[in-house]
T-cell receptor
Framework: GENVEQHPSTLSVQEGDSAVIKCTYSDSASNYFPWYKQELGKGPQLIIDIRSNVGEKKDQRIAVTLNKTAKHFSLHITETQPEDSAVYFCAASVFNDMRFGAGTRLTVKP | ETGVTQTPRHLVMGMTNKKSLKCEQHLGHNAMYWYKQSAKKPLELMFVYNFKEQTENNSVPSRFSPECPNSSHLFLHLHTLQPEDSALYLC??????????????FGSGTQLSVL
């Protein structure tokens, strides 16, 4: 089955800096890659997703890139703000089998 | 507000108790899911229901028993749990499980502590 590795497990940045979270997956048939943000006391919320026929997708300050050859994808957050502090999860899905990474705790220091 | 509501938010139970977790979605979705979230581990899929029919049981122990009376409601019945079952239990829904639209909408979860 699919295996998703996520790095780093914790990330601390200064407000205004960029943050990058990376994930690798094992199943080359995976075709859907969502990113979820989980704030304290809440469930994960979808923030951006990408499908395997697209190499990059951007939504305001967040972007995701996908390298199918290397089987890795990344989340980029620019101009970070304190409200970006949360746990971020990547996931990879093939044939309805969605596997999640272990999460990255992002702290944005004012 | 995600449109997925879970109750209770917190639950403490003894190993011999029987309790139930409830999930309700107001999104008109056809698929509903139970996930287990433990600290520093990936989300673990437990059960999937699509159009009220269970389509996946991810080798979950029988002390966890799901019930889906209709497409909007999902329950997780708990009995004779173990301390290692303490975790955040998340309910999610999606439009369907056909693979075309897989966006998951999560509730806020039930934080379960088994003493």
């Amino acid at each position: 089955g699919e295996n998703v590795e996520q790095h780093p497990s914790t990330l601390s940045v200064q407000e205004g800096d960029s943050a990058v979270i990376k994930c690798t997956y094992s199943d080359s048939a995976s075709n859907y890659f969502p990113w979820y943000k989980q704030e304290l006391g809440k469930g994960p919320q979808l923030i951006i997703d990408i499908r395997s026929n697209v190499g990059e997708k951007k939504d305001q300050r967040i972007a995701v890139t996908l390298n199918k050859t290397a089987k890795h994808f990344s989340l980029h957050i620019t101009e970070t703000q304190p409200e970006d502090s949360a746990v971020y999860f990547c996931a990879a899905s093939v044939f309805n089998d969605m596997r999640f990474g272990a999460g990255t705790r992002l702290t944005v220091k004012p | 507000e995600t449109g997925v509501t879970q109750t209770p938010r917190h639950l403490v139970m003894g190993m011999t108790n029987k309790k139930s977790l409830k999930c309700e979605q107001h999104l008109g979705h056809n698929a509903m899911y139970w996930y287990k979230q433990s600290a520093k581990k990936p989300l673990e899929l437990m059960f999937v229901y699509n159009f009220k029919e269970q389509t996946e049981n991810n080798s979950v122990p029988s002390r966890f028993s799901p019930e889906c009376p209709n497409s909007s409601h999902l329950f997780l019945h708990l009995h004779t749990l173990q301390p290692e079952d303490s975790a955040l239990y998340l309910c999610a829904s999606s439009q369907d499980q056909a693979g075309v639209n897989e966006k998951l909408f999560f509730g806020s979860g039930t934080q379960l502590s088994v003493l």
